[in-house]
């Protein structure tokens, strides 16, 4: 994995008056190689991780404007990113210095700093270090774990999900009837955006917040539907439809390669369509009939599992190599109306229905799953998008339809600290 430790500076009065610096965070990254994004004094900062040792330890920052700043710094609130994680958060200690005293605040995590050295004038400036000394926690060891975050505007469930967890698109689905309501996610709440040109729940896509796909679903009638969309960061327009209308299908893959499989025709189906940009062909079907599926992955490597075959939920896990589908390793429960991400190395297997719905969670190793930590909630007919180590799983329903977004972290390596000044 990549080894870093990031630092998010938030200034306040100092932005207000330092030419560059905004009021809005900052991240900068301690990294092994310097030069991290010019705010640095790569001289006279240290990198938190020994790439030499692979551990993590020691680091001091320097910023070329905070250290020149001819505002006052008359206060510090400092958070380890540990506070958006479920796990024990290490000791940190951090150290001020006016350019030659170190005044050492222990457990000071989450709380205002009003006093300590470094606020002196000197010729005109107020000099500010920070020093972060990482307590054993540190480690990139730890479970992941589901943690609530941002709620969508509207209840939903049904819809369609993709991107990332720091850019995801949710569309459609049902929210108080079928609808046509798209959402951006930007990593920490959702934005209404332009709706698409139809209002359909079970409908599939795929793709990112700058380019994606959604294809079939029900309409209000609920008749399949054949209708695809092509979203271009900000709005919708109807493409090239599906061979034959296709409800509670699922797919994967970009605006370039796509895939559609499974499904209801008005009977469950195995069939496979393959978008190539333009339009859609039918290729190799499934091994088994199917319908309230998932699937994660590209037009050349995709994984499939779980669904319902017309009555009967199923464990079934196939692998698509880019030609055709064959079974591997089945799922620990058999459950339908699941969502999914990830590739055929590593997947998760997210919430479904069993009868009623659940909150289980299994990961794929590339050879077999596994349950793992459980949804805050008890869901299904969530949509979901990104990897086994940072997904999102958004809406659903538990009995009645939620607007909740979930998101998927690691809880035991800390990701860095944010400083708020003044």
Request: charged share 10%; with cysteine.
């Amino acid at each position: 994995m990549t080894r870093f430790m990031g630092v998010t500076i938030e200034a306040g009065g100092v932005g207000s008056l330092t030419p560059g610096l905004e009021s809005n965070a900052i991240t900068e990254l301690y990294t092994a190689k310097a030069g991290a994004n010019g705010l640095i004094d790569t001289t006279n900062s240290t990198a938190l991780y020994d790439p030499a040792g692979d551990t993590y330890g020691q680091g001091v920052v320097q910023t070329k404007r905070l250290y020149d700043s001819a505002t006052a710094i008359t206060s510090l609130l400092i958070n380890d990113l540990s506070t958006l994680f479920v796990g024990t958060r290490g000791t940190v200690d951090i150290s001020f210095d006016d350019g030659g005293t170190w005044s050492t605040a222990t457990n000071t995590i989450g709380t205002s700093i009003t006093s300590f050295t470094g606020t002196s004038s000197d010729a005109g400036t107020y000099k500010l270090k920070l020093k972060f000394n990482l307590g054993a926690s540190y480690a990139e060891t730890g479970s992941y774990v589901w943690v609530t975050t941002g709620s969508l505007n509207v209840v939903k469930s049904s819809g369609m999900g993709c991107g990332t967890t720091s850019d995801a698109l949710c569309s459609g689905g049902v929210s108080g009837g079928y609808s046509n309501i798209t959402e951006i996610w930007a990593g920490s709440s959702w934005v209404t955006t332009t709706a698409a040109t139809s209002a359909r729940e079970l409908l599939v896509g795929c793709g990112t917040t700058s380019a994606a796909l959604s294809f079939g679903g029900f309409t209000a009638l609920n008749i399949e539907m054949n209708t695809t969309e092509k979203w271009d960061g900000s709005s919708w327009a109807t493409t090239t439809v599906l061979t034959v209308g296709t409800a509670v299908s699922a797919g994967c893959g970009t605006t370039s390669a796509a895939l559609c499989i499974g499904g209801t025709t008005g009977v469950a189906v195995n069939k496979t369509e393959k978008w190539d940009g333009s339009s859609w062909v039918t290729t190799t079907v499934l091994t088994q009939v199917k319908w309230a599926l998932a699937v994660c992955g590209t037009t050349l490597d995709a994984l499939c599992f779980g669904g319902d075959t017309d009555g009967a939920r199923v464990t079934t896990t196939e692998i698509w190599a880019g030609s055709s589908w064959v079974t591997t390793t089945s799922l620990i429960v058999a459950k339908s109306y699941l969502t999914g991400c990830g590739t055929t190395a590593a997947a998760l297997c997210i919430g479904g229905n069993t009868g009623a719905a659940i909150d289980t969670t299994e990961i794929w190793s590339g050879t077999a799953w596994t349950t793992t930590t459980v949804l805050t909630e008890a869901k299904n007919s969530q949509a979901g998008c990104g990897t086994t180590s940072a997904a999102l799983c958004i809406g659903g329903h538990t009995g009645a339809v939620v607007d909740t977004t979930e998101r998927w972290l690691n809880s035991g390596l800390q990701k860095g600290f944010s400083v708020k000044i003044n």
